[in-house]
Nanobody, 119 residues
Framework: VQLVESGGGLVQPGGSLRLSCAAS????????MSWYRQAPGKEREWVAT????????NYADSVKGRFTTSSNNAKNTLYLQMNRLKHEDPAVYYC?????????????WGQGPQVTVSS
């Protein structure tokens, strides 16, 4: 399993970023996928899950209405569009194969892009 996330950076509060996750080493089109994030000194927390068909997408309450996840099976790529970023969103963001409820499936993680929100 190989996961390569990209798209992080520095943004002002209220700004937007789009993360990408290029996946390989497993059958992406039949895999549920999740986003997690980890801020310094905190546990890794679940952010969102999209099922393999895209028919069900769930978000943590902290990001609901601001973040949108999607996938492109032709490109084996997962996306996370983050809008109206807040001071509590900075973290390293990771994608991973998961169950439909977000449980980690392989325990495989990429390096994860850093998202920083600062004025």
């Amino acid at each position: 399993v190989q996961l390569v996330e990209s798209g992080g950076g520095l943004v002002q509060p209220g700004g937007s970023l789009r993360l990408s996750c290029a996946a390989s080493g497993f059958t992406f089109r039949s895999s549920h996928m999740s986003w997690y994030r980890q801020a310094p000194g905190k546990e890794r927390e679940w952010v969102a899950t999209i099922t393999s068909t895209g028919g069900s997408i769930n978000y943590a309450d902290s990001v609901k209405g601001r973040f949108t996840t999607s996938s492109n099976n032709a490109k084996n790529t997962l996306y996370l569009q983050m809008n109206r970023l807040k001071h509590e969103d900075p973290a390293v963001y990771y994608c991973t194969p998961s169950s439909s409820s977000g449980a980690i499936r392989f325990g495989s993680w990429g390096q994860g892009p850093q998202v920083t929100v600062s004025s």
